[in-house]
């Protein structure tokens, strides 16, 4: 089965920056969509952003802060967060679907990893 393994989380200061990685393993990666999404206590997850290829896609509140990126020759995938604010404070979620379009609806994803916590203080 595919799995997905986080890393990179981890307790910040605001407007420092942090980068998560995401290996997935047992499938085809560079035939995936790859998408991060968040959880903040007592919040819904949200959709992060979703990278197919060389397309991406960002909530407007990371928007200018944060990059997705691919490896497929470590079948790996990161976000990169810079400026962090309190309000990225969240479990951060990568998933995977095979699917090769744009998903940025949680229920879209087939995969998901176990997730990283991070943590934005003030």
């Known amino acids: 089965q595919v799995q997905l393994v986080e890393s990179g989380g981890g307790l910040v200061q605001a407007g420092g920056s942090l980068r998560l990685s995401c290996a997935v393993s047992?499938?085809?990666?560079?035939?995936?969509?790859m998408g991060w999404f968040r959880q903040a206590p007592g919040k819904e997850r949200e959709f992060v952003a979703f990278?197919?290829?060389?397309?991406?896609a960002y909530a407007e509140s990371v928007k200018g802060r944060f990059t997705i990126s691919r490896d497929n020759t470590k079948n790996t995938v990161y976000l990169q967060m810079n400026s962090l604010k309190p309000e990225d404070t969240a479990v951060y979620y990568c998933?995977?679907?095979?699917?090769?379009?744009?998903?940025?609806?949680?229920?879209?994803?087939?995969?998901w990893g176990q997730g990283t916590q991070v943590t934005v203080s003030s």
């Open positions: 998933a995977a679907v095979q699917s090769g379009g744009r998903k940025t609806r949680g229920d879209d994803y087939d995969y």
């Open positions: 047992g499938g085809a990666f560079s035939w995936y969509t």
């Open positions: 990278i197919v290829w060389r397309d991406t």
